[in-house]
């Protein structure tokens, strides 16, 4: 429906079907949420940590991924990592993945693996990694 209606909008879904609650502030909340969730499960919350293979920050940006994000999301590939800034851009990522029909378990995979499947492996630095369990902590979190 939203393909062949470009003009809808949550007070449109609201009248329409007769919600009454407020979907947009749902829709963020569940963002919200899950981008604590993430941010504790990949940091503890540490806006400034390091990981293995390069990722930094409180959601473990990779170098690539955070230029194309921040470009995307701030206007620069370069802007600093502030803790601002890494709010702001992990929670328009998360919503970007809602927003196409992802589930949050979808995108805690997809945080971690890239794509919403569960994989097993061994990186390129030789770190082994499992999206399905760190997706479970990520629920678990998400509650």
């Not at 794509?115 to 997706?135: E, F, S, V």
Request: proline share 5%; aromatic share 10%; hydrophobic share 30%.
């Amino acid at each position: 429906l939203k393909k062949a209606h470009p003009d809808w909008t949550d007070e449109y879904i609201r009248q329409q079907l007769g919600f009454s609650n407020d979907l947009s502030k749902s829709v963020k909340g569940t963002a919200q949420k899950l981008a604590t969730a993430i941010k504790q499960v990949e940091s503890g919350g540490n806006y400034n940590a390091r990981g293995g293979s390069g990722e930094r920050g409180a959601y473990q940006f990779m170098p690539s991924s955070w230029r194309s994000w921040s470009q995307k999301y701030l206007g620069t590939p370069n802007a600093p990592m502030t803790p601002h800034n890494q709010d702001k851009v992990a929670l328009a990522h998360i919503q970007s993945l809602l927003d196409k029909g992802h589930t949050p378990r979808e995108v805690a995979l997809i945080w971690n693996g890239g794509t919403p499947t569960i994989k097993k492996g061994t990186n390129r630095y030789g770190q082994k990694y499992d999206t399905g369990a760190y997706a479970n902590k990520v629920m678990k979190v998400y509650g």
